[in-house]
């Protein structure tokens, strides 16, 4: 089965039914960026644009049918209005293809239950899997393969175009979306904060490949690192739990799971006709198979980032170490707030701060109780000599690392970065990065951690709720009895 | 009183006691950004530098003593060495300096509490009111008076200069930091953020001038719009309770009170010696007085922007506009988890959505029921009549307005938010806007919300809490009795 979910992905054809000559029109922004990606030689798949009524789009020669193409077709994408699905369908069995993803919306979602009905019989006859339909689709960012019909610009007034729909890098992330607004969104959003992805799908009313069709491929296809899924419902339920157990021992799993509260929920029913169910059911199951639920947006993209680059921490004893009072302060409260525990470090740690201070290599007034406060004097080998301390400790499983840029004793931002990353990835053990502000300065600190996935938040307490994710993540390893195999396997994203 | 804390953002002359020629020094940084504030033309204080060794600085005339100076000086602000302190301050009181801001560290914080009592003895005798010690002192973004001396730009290896230390363009919002490094911090990111600034107070050690003073003199300062603090302890709680009480019926007041678990306590008090004190105690403090709380760094910043640019709610019943059904269902989450209400729309508005159905003003396929979804097909003209059914709504008390801007029905970012905008500007209930993302388009729709003073954010779940803070503070006016009457005086910023 995972070898047919990978055609959606990888497959040696592509065909576009319902290309379209018109600029504005899925069938023809779909097509575009296929092309696209083909010419910048990303995408190696062959791209065949179905429209009967056209000879040749943007260049490339049109077919009246799938059938009519020759030679192997296994994927398409099918963009034509709801009615004429069916038909299109039969085509595709009738041409062996096996991978259909459906962007046409008018199904279920507008009460067009049989005709959902009779698409998915034709797929059942044929043994094609259908993502969709009423969906995005699919991004695929080593690939090319790309459905995202939305407009890439927004144009001004003064005619300055403004990248709307980006895509984001290439990375190790990927993402199931039970919404496609929200998708894109998030495209759009993981773009901004720099986070690369692996695959991206948008299913709509996941008529067939859901997110545990997904999960288990993605869990295996060499790439992927961490799991996020927003989801308003999910239907196989014992399916999901047995392939996210299984999965969730090999790469962490991230569930946004919306209609949480009784208004969430009613609204989550209008959206998608989903039955949210009770919560404590979905928050029950996420526990049992080591999902890490997320309870907001941010730490949605926040916890994928953490769990895709560090590795899970082997207890809840966290350290902090800032340069700045008020912050740590702020971490130290979030920590506890979390369940999580400011850790008293070990007699030897202690030992050690003693004499670092007495031999001034870091400041006498300097508080090296936890959270470590190495104050406005510190300097980069301040940073260094007690991040190495901590990360040494046995009494510490994870470290918040607060760098407040603005300081005199960091001249060279990246002497500071290099340094700490290649500390940091030294160890096993995780490390987030807090950077406030919004200034070149501090954007570049936060983007070149990122680069080396050392995951870095603009606040304390995302940072430390981060920590909590891979927390969470190692405890259940720990409880699974797999935690030390997962660590001696993992190793940093070189 | 309030004339006398006038004096340090508004002095007809400032003397830099200490000024240095030296250019990493406090000393030269603070008179070096005084002097091109003054060649801007935005600061009209007299400047002069002050330094027994020094004939002159940047080309500026600089006195032995603060005494030599011919005229009248009503401001310092003191960067030398703690154990001269207070010999200059001896110096300040015979001239008539009446406002003193010390950036000198090397008081209380690290065990001379002589010392410090010393300099408030002379303080006291000579009617001179201090900010500090110990801290980054003052910023005015209208005045121009500005002591924060930590290096403005970072240099990179290739040369390339990345501003590290900005300063937010003038605003609304006034900001008091007891922790220094967040203050700097907090300038940079509502600097990132686009969020205006009126005045920014680090007062360190706070052995004079506190947040009760501050709060009393920016509730009269004719600027600002709402105070937001930064506080690891209150020392005159009395005092605090009755200023606040009496600020928060005029401007809605934020409070950030780090050191809330015992963890975080313990951090506090090794940082600024804060007792910080039962957590309680500060919650039914705030509470008492009308102050708005935030739990976080982020919600710190995004009520103090919801309450500066925003009326205060009459009620807690929220309605959430959106294309994209997703975010909607998380928004509703929020808003039962956050304590308030999904709005039961009235008959009218029913019918009248109906009717927009009907009509085929809205999607046929539109949900109307609130979150109310008008779906990826939405049109800037779909996004206005659905908010003003909204807001004409009497069972509607505030509007989470989710856009995302992805939809090819708006082609115009412009026209969205200028007829959004002045839509919203024409009733008297709050509005908070969720853009998700991190694109060209994204970033300019916030911006240009936030432009207008409808402020904008990017989760469905910050803009809701920022709601809450909205619905927080118009409660408390309603308790108090004066919510009507403070409505009728609102006015949007124009």
């Known amino acids: 089965m995972s070898n ?3 055609l959606f992905f990888n497959p040696k054809a592509i065909a576009v039914i319902g290309a379209s000559r018109e600029e504005e029109k899925p069938g023809h922004v779909i097509l575009r960026n296929l092309l696209l990606n083909k010419e910048k030689g990303v995408l190696k798949s062959e791209v065949y644009p179905v429209n009967p009524k056209a000879k040749e789009i943007l260049g490339v020669k049109c077919y009246p049918s799938v059938k009519d193409i020759p030679g192997i077709v296994d994927s398409a994408v099918i963009v034509v209005p709801a009615r004429i699905v069916p038909a299109v369908m039969e085509d595709c069995g009738q041409k062996g293809v096996k991978a259909v993803t459906i962007i046409s919306a008018g199904f279920s979602e507008i009460g067009n239950v049989e005709l959902e009905k009779k698409v998915l019989e034709i797929a059942r006859k044929y043994g094609i899997r259908i993502i969709g339909p009423n969906c995005l689709g699919i991004f695929d960012a080593y ?13 001004l007034r003064d005619g300055r175009k403004l990248l709307s729909a980006p895509r984001p890098k290439p990375g190790y992330i990927s993402m199931i979306s039970q919404s496609g607004a929200l998708g894109n969104a998030a495209l759009d959003y993981m773009s901004g904060e720099n986070i690369g992805i692996n695959k991206f799908v948008s299913y709509g009313n996941k008529i067939d490949v859901d997110e545990c069709d997904l999960i ?8 992927t690192r961490a799991v996020i899924m927003y989801l308003e419902n999910i239907k196989r339920g014992r399916k999901f739990i047995s392939v996210a157990e299984k999965a969730s021992l090999k790469i962490p799993i991230v569930a946004l799971k919306a209609g949480r509260t009784k208004a969430g929920a009613k609204a989550a029913a209008s959206h998608t006709a989903a039955l949210a169910g009770v919560d404590e059911i979905y928050e029950a199951a996420f526990e049992k198979c080591g999902v890490i639920r ?13 769990l895709a680059y560090q590795p899970p921490a ?3 004893k966290i350290a902090v170490l800032t340069d700045g009072g008020g912050a740590g302060v702020m971490a130290a409260d979030e920590i ?12 030897t740690t202690k030992e050690k701060f003693k004499e670092l201070k007495e031999k001034n290599v870091i400041p006498y007034f300097a508080s090296t109780e936890n959270p470590v406060d190495i104050t406005g004097s510190a300097t980069t080998e301040m940073y260094d000599v007690s991040l190495r301390l901590l990360l040494e400790d046995p009494q510490v499983d994870g470290v918040v690392l607060i760098a407040l840029h603005h300081i ?22 995780p490390v987030t990065v807090c950077v406030i502000g919004g200034s070149e300065a501090a954007n570049y600190i936060r983007e070149e951690f990122d680069k080396r996935f050392i995951p870095s938040y603009p606040s304390p ?16 390893l720990k409880k699974k009895g797999v935690f030390e195999e997962y660590l001696k396997n993992w190793s940093p994203i070189s």
């Open 4 to 6: 047919v979910i990978d």
């Open 216 to 223: 288990e491929y993605f869990s295996t296809d060499g790439k």
């Open 336 to 347: 506890e707030l979390q369940g999580m525990k400011v850790a008293e470090f070990s007699k």
């Open 314 to 316: 082997g207890g809840d």
């Open 143 to 155: 690939t090319g393969i790309d459905t995202i019909f939305l407009p890439y610009y927004k144009v």
């Open 294 to 306: 997320a309870y907001d947006m941010e730490e949605f993209f926040d916890f994928g980032k953490a």
């Open 461 to 476: 307490e995302r940072a430390v709720r981060s920590m909590r994710a891979l927390v969470k993540y190692g405890l259940y």
């Open 408 to 429: 005199p004793g960091i001249p060279s931002l990246e002497d500071f970065v290099e340094k700490l990353s290649s500390t940091i990835k030294s160890y096993s053990k």
